[in-house]
């Protein structure tokens, strides 16, 4: 105890200004948040064009150790159902295999699916067992957020009015997009 008492004591008043200089360089005063693109609406309010992330959805095997092999032992089967109804593209049986080979391989960075899944895939995976535990070091359950994808719920209809945005630098190439694109674009 004594020990430690002069340790926290050397630290706070000897080693002050070195702490204080390591702290300086380490602090952010403001950190640049990429605006998401603006809405457009028609003129009775319905959603032309919005912006909606993607997600992949990841899980870390070494992350909840045994009590991470229990839960998953118990809740594979209503999981990889669930991830049927959400993703059809894959079965459960497939699900199912894909998540037990990444747990034999005990790897850190497991895809349990390899493609980008939509915000609203990504909500309801997100309520399904397992993945609704809100610890990640327990479930390991993680996920890659990726840039906005521009997303037009009435599909071609009006598309050409609309115009489009190139993905990769989030510029305008024609119609409304890039009329109203210093709006739209936002502010970071």
């Known amino acids: 105890a004594i020990a430690i008492i002069f340790k926290m004591s050397y630290t706070m008043f000897v ?7 390591i ?12 605006a998401t693109r603006g809405r457009i609406l028609s003129s009775e309010g319905q959603l032309m064009a919005s912006s909606l992330p993607e997600y992949k959805i990841i899980l870390d095997f070494q992350a909840g150790g045994e009590v991470q092999d229990s839960l998953l032992e118990n809740k594979i089967d209503s999981m990889c159902e669930g991830l049927h109804r959400i993703i059809p ?19 850190r960075y497991w895809p349990i699916y390899t493609r980008r899944i939509s ?3 990504f909500k309801d995976i997100r309520e399904l067992p397992y993945f609704n535990i809100k610890n990640r070091n327990i479930s390991g359950f993680t ?8 997303k037009k719920p009435f599909g071609s209809l009006a598309s050409r009015t609309l115009g489009s945005v190139k993905p990769s ?4 190439v024609s119609g409304l997009e890039q009329s109203y ?4 674009r936002g502010t970071n």
Do not use: M
């Not at 080693?15 to 200089?21: G, I, Q, T």
């Not at 702290?23 to 990429?34: C, F, N, P, T, Y």
């Open 143 to 150: 996920w890659e957020e990726f840039g906005n994808r521009r």
């Open 89 to 107: 593209q894959k079965t459960a049986a497939e699900f199912k295999e894909r998540i037990l080979q990444g747990k034999k391989l005990k790897k």
């Open 119 to 121: 915000f609203t895939q």
């Open 15 to 21: 080693d002050h200004d070195k702490w204080a200089e």
């Open 23 to 34: 702290a300086k360089g380490a602090v952010r005063d403001s950190v640049v948040q990429k």
């Open 169 to 172: 630098n989030d510029s305008a």
């Open 181 to 184: 694109d210093s709006i739209l």
